[in-house]
């Protein structure tokens, strides 16, 4: 072979070079199956992949997973009075959009689904019927199928009575703890769940079982919060626990407001620095304190506001 049969166009080289690295999962050019990156419909979840090896990487290619909304598990959907009814209430009030599921996995929602709005930024449970059967073990599936892309929020919620024996109600919620990501309790559940141990000492062993941040309330006294790196902050005030619903949404809300939702951030729950944590705390303390004065109607956005002293600008 001559040298010139060995020159080669370097401009046409350029010109003709592929853009990027082909994938020896994609399909074949050749393949109808195959669909462009500019197809619409691409990760979203109204098609299949083409494969198991091209498919969309949500992350990526789709970024209305920001906006997802909350899943707030409930009793009675049909009920305003059943368990996590007002939390759900409460975070729509402050703008935030919510999906309730059913406690006991039945209606539409009994299963994932694929699509931006069944993908949430976080899951609350604050249901009696987390801790009691038949619907405890449809809550620990719920929470088995979102825990991998969502925070969890785990209140438990125990209202005043024991929905079982002592020892088997302590072992549910001692399993929700170690998968939650936040824990809300108030000095109440406490006292049900461990009679005659001092709140900080539940405090310490929550937060060493997996959360990254345990929250606290007590009627009339505020609330504490603690981290999994020790870190720890106390507010004051009146109606965090008076208003437990409304606390829980504005824990919720704080943690949507702070960016710390999504398993993205998860990591972040367990380091925060005093000033974040006390600010989440306080946020949710405020809430209540609104909601104490209007029958535990949740504040608005406006009102949560004026409440915590911001301004409204452009006005």
Excluded at 73 to 86: H, N, Q, T, Y
Excluded at 96 to 120: C, E, L, M, W
Excluded at 151 to 164: D, M, S
Excluded at 282 to 287: D, R
Aim: proline share 7%; no cysteine; hydrophobic share 40%.
């Amino acid at each position: 072979m001559g040298d010139a049969e060995m020159t080669i166009d370097t401009d046409q080289q350029e010109r003709s070079a592929p853009t990027s690295v082909p994938s020896h999962k994609a399909p074949s050019q050749a393949t109808p199956l195959r669909r462009t990156s500019t197809d619409p419909t691409l990760g979203d979840g109204r098609k299949p992949p083409t494969t198991l090896g091209w498919a969309p990487t949500p992350t990526l290619t789709d970024r209305r997973v920001l906006d997802s909304p909350a899943f707030v598990v409930v009793d009675d959907v049909a009920s305003r009075d059943a368990a996590g009814a007002l939390v759900a209430e409460g975070l729509e009030r402050l703008g935030r959009p919510v999906v309730r599921i059913p406690a006991d996995g039945t209606g539409p929602r009994n299963r994932r689904q694929s699509g931006p709005f069944h993908h949430p930024l976080v899951v609350h449970v604050g249901s009696a019927g987390a801790v009691r059967e038949p619907s405890a073990d449809s809550v620990a599936r719920t929470v088995s199928a979102y825990r991998p892309g969502a925070t969890i929020v785990y209140e438990p919620g125990l209202r005043g009575e024991l929905p079982g024996r002592r020892e088997e109600v302590r072992a549910r919620v001692e399993a929700l703890v170690t998968r939650a990501d936040v824990v809300i309790a108030t000095t109440a559940d406490l006292e049900m769940l461990y009679p005659g141990e001092a709140r900080e000492s539940v405090l310490r062993r929550w937060v060493g079982a997996g959360p990254g941040t345990v929250i606290v309330s007590a009627a009339g006294e505020g609330a504490w919060a603690a981290n999994a790196v020790g870190v720890t902050a106390t507010v004051h005030g009146r109606g965090a626990q008076d208003a437990g619903e409304a606390f829980v949404a504005g824990v919720i809300d704080g943690l949507w407001k702070g960016g710390l939702l999504g398993v993205a951030n998860r990591a972040d729950l367990r380091t925060l620095v005093w000033g974040s944590l006390h600010e989440l705390v306080e946020h949710a303390v405020v809430a209540a304190s609104v909601a104490a004065r209007s029958d535990g109607l949740g504040p608005t956005r406006e009102e949560l506001d004026a409440a915590r002293g911001i301004p409204r600008l452009g006005r």
